[in-house]
């Protein structure tokens, strides 16, 4: 993620409680990714759950960046 959609982000999910959490369920998604990533083997349920985190992570990023391009909307309007 951009250093600016992480300033975005930290500015307003103080008011925005969604875009918070969508954040934090993000971050956990990465940490979770890595644990496989850092894996020398993976089997092939790990596979499986690797792609479906991938697809959570994926989903919860493009609900990110259509609240942040609200913001960015809004910003540039002001």
């Not at 998604?29 to 890595?34: H, K």
């Not at 493009?62 to 910003?75: F, G, P, S, T, V």
């Amino acid at each position: 993620m951009e250093q600016r959609d992480v300033e975005l982000i930290q500015k307003h999910s103080v008011n925005d409680k969604s875009l918070e959490s969508l954040y934090l369920e993000h971050l956990d998604y990465e940490r979770q990714l890595e644990k496989y990533n850092n894996k020398p083997f993976l089997t092939p349920s790990d596979e499986l759950e690797k792609k479906n985190i991938q697809k959570r992570k994926l989903k919860g990023r493009d609900e990110i960046e259509r609240i942040l391009a609200h913001y960015r909307n809004q910003e540039s309007l002001s």
